[in-house]
């Protein structure tokens, strides 16, 4: 008994780095990006930290800069989540049975997440360039060529269109990892059970909605909590591509410019904080369900 | 646990028996497959193919017209020019990814340990409050950090950006371990503690043997994110020449206003995705199983 509880002290004692560097890096971190976000540091040259109140957070609703951000991420939000989320269920679907070459569509379907897209963004900004017609460029100029000329647009530049465009890269990057994690939960299922509907007289659609799609909702779960804090987060994507461009700011993109170019300290915690909430009202419940469920086993 | 939902993925599934007569539907569906699934093997492959075919052309042999077309005759100028400039910010940054990689895997292995088999009180909601760690934006953490390494004497160093990869890589780094012991049976720990073995012994002569396909999972799985790191670098190297890792270089050459060198700039893409793209080739495997520990179902 007393050799166990001094183990158990002794493990404590392992972990205590790392949960100091925890408690400090992120969690006193945070705490003291609140205190700032409620401070009027709202510039470089003032190094006390005076109190203002929830003034910077107000402020953000009245600042159209902001408000057009804070939009733009929604619209990119949606769009990613359900493109990702199709084309990666799709990917899957198609390989789950086994197909001749598996290996090789998934090993494509995956590499792009093994790239950083500050790289990619180049590419992607070629490809979706907005020039038309006899300058056609990328998909303008494949759409062209097999006569859909009409559907020629100005992608990731249009002043309306441009977070939907955007979100076409973000799911050319996630979809294999969304393949990955439903094929992982399609295989989880014996096949036993496709084997007894089908004996049952049961079409291969009703198999996979009736016994196949329900026994995936965790990872319909998992993979929703995944996209959606990637899309929350987006950053590196978004300034690959098209840098500081207004039609393309998001909350994380404003939040540096904010922070960096205009040293408006006070206003970008305050974004910050705004874009940390966003994403916890999502993951504390998540967490808190995987929790649980692993509890259950 | 989390190795082997990996391993239903990575694992060709077995199609022998699917191959009894097709008949006409059957053939139908299977011809539909492919074709979906070429046509989404396009999707993936158009970018790295517009970004590898363009780095044969020269510097400024690329127009926007041209770039699906294949190089008429191989030009390797842009490959030179474009090393150039990535030369220095690529070793720089493979020194401190890898020294970031190697100090997280080794606290994610002894955080890992301990919280798998050797609980104390409250290490789960250590662990918790670790996870959460993993999901929150950085930008949350960054003016406090960046106030933090020049109080340190930190600013201005690339060890800023050791620090912050190994501190904000523990959430990550703790649960691929985690997942990964737990699934070693207890009764070995509790035969070897029957034996008067201790805790830190267990580690040396069990544990650590057994934990190779693991590290290489962490170590991969910290070199790609830190490789690719745009948001640390930018924050916290402010864009500083002398510390530019390549991410930030590369930005710098492509981002501002060099269109006409559409050349050199895809070559220097290419160039910077080489190093991940290789260990994706090579350990392909324990990548994936790294992305899929980090969805937390283990």
């Not at chain 1, 269920?89 to 569509?105: A, N, Q, R």
């Not at chain 2, 199609?15 to 007569?21: T, V």
């Not at chain 2, 501190?167 to 008067?196: H, K, M, Q, S, W």
């Not at chain 2, 190297?237 to 930005?251: E, H, I």
């Amino acid at each position: 008994m007393q050799k166990r509880l001094k183990s158990r002290v002794g493990g404590f004692f392992f972990v205590l780095p790392s949960i100091i560097a925890v408690a400090i890096f992120v969690y006193g971190m945070i705490a003291y990006t609140l205190r700032i976000s409620m401070s009027n540091r709202t510039s470089a040259y003032i190094t006390n930290l005076g109190w203002a109140g929830l003034k910077n957070y107000t402020g953000l609703f009245h600042d159209t800069d902001f408000m057009h951000s804070f939009g733009n991420l929604l619209k990119f939000t949606i769009v990613f989540i359900l493109g990702a989320l199709l084309t990666g269920l799709i990917m899957s679907l198609l390989l789950e049975k086994g197909i001749k070459g598996e290996g090789l569509f998934r090993s494509f379907y995956l590499y792009p997440l093994a790239i950083s897209f500050i790289a990619m963004g180049t590419v992607w900004r070629w490809l979706m360039s907005p020039n038309k017609d006899k300058e056609a460029s990328g998909f303008n100029l494949i759409l062209k060529s097999v006569h859909l000329g009409f559907l020629q647009n100005d992608w990731f530049t249009s002043s309306t269109g441009s977070m939907y465009a955007m979100a076409l890269p973000a799911v050319w990057q996630v979809s294999g990892y969304v393949m990955a994690l439903f094929l992982a939960g399609f295989r989880g299922i014996p096949d036993e059970m496709r084997e007894a509907a089908r004996v049952d007289g049961a079409t291969e659609f009703q198999i996979y909605r009736q016994i196949l799609f329900p026994q995936l909702s965790p990872t319909f779960l998992t993979v929703l909590i995944i996209l959606g804090h990637i899309s929350m987060k987006v950053f590196d994507l978004i300034v690959g591509i098209s840098g500081k461009s207004y039609v393309t700011k998001v909350l994380s993109v404003y939040m540096w410019q904010v922070t960096f170019d205009a040293t408006n300290f006070a206003k970008g915690s305050a974004i910050a904080i705004f874009l940390l909430l966003l994403i916890a009202i999502v993951v504390i419940p998540y967490l808190r369900y995987v929790n649980k469920s692993e509890e259950m086993k | 646990m989390s190795s082997s939902i990996a391993d239903r993925v990575i694992t060709n599934k077995d199609i022998s028996r699917n191959r009894r007569k097709l008949g006409f539907k059957g053939t139908a569906w299977l011809i539909a497959r492919y074709i979906g699934l070429i046509f989404l093997f396009g999707f993936a492959v158009l970018p790295i193919y517009v970004m590898v075919i363009n780095s044969f052309k020269g510097i400024t042999g690329v127009n926007q017209m041209n770039a699906f077309n294949i190089p008429t005759k191989l030009n390797f100028e842009a490959w030179p020019a474009a090393w150039a400039v990535l030369q220095v910010p690529m070793l720089r940054t493979l020194v401190f990814v890898l020294q970031s990689s190697i100090i997280s895997a080794i606290l994610g292995s002894i955080n890992g340990y301990v919280i798998a088999k050797w609980r104390f009180k409250g290490s789960k909601l250590v662990f918790t409050l670790f996870l959460f760690g993993m999901f929150i934006p950085y930008q949350a953490i960054m003016i406090p950090l960046v106030q933090f390494n020049n109080r340190m004497g930190l600013g201005g160093s690339i060890y800023t950006l050791v620090l912050a990869h190994v501190v904000y890589g523990i959430p990550i780094c703790t649960l691929i371990f985690r997942n990964y012991y737990a699934a070693i049976p207890d009764e070995i720990i509790e035969a070897a503690r029957v034996d008067g073995a201790s805790m830190v012994y267990i580690y040396r002569t069990i544990i650590l043997p057994l934990s190779i396909p693991c590290f290489v999972v962490v170590l991969i799985w910290q070199f790609t994110s830190a490789w690719n790191d745009f948001l640390f670098a930018i924050f916290l190297t402010g864009g500083a020449p002398n510390l530019a890792v390549a991410t930030t270089a590369l930005n710098f050459l492509t981002g501002s206003g060099n269109q006409i060198y559409y050349g050199t700039n895809m070559t220097a893409s290419l160039i910077v995705s080489i190093p991940t793209l290789l260990v994706y080739m090579f350990l392909g495997r324990y990548f994936l199983r790294g992305l899929l520990s980090g969805s937390l179902k283990g």
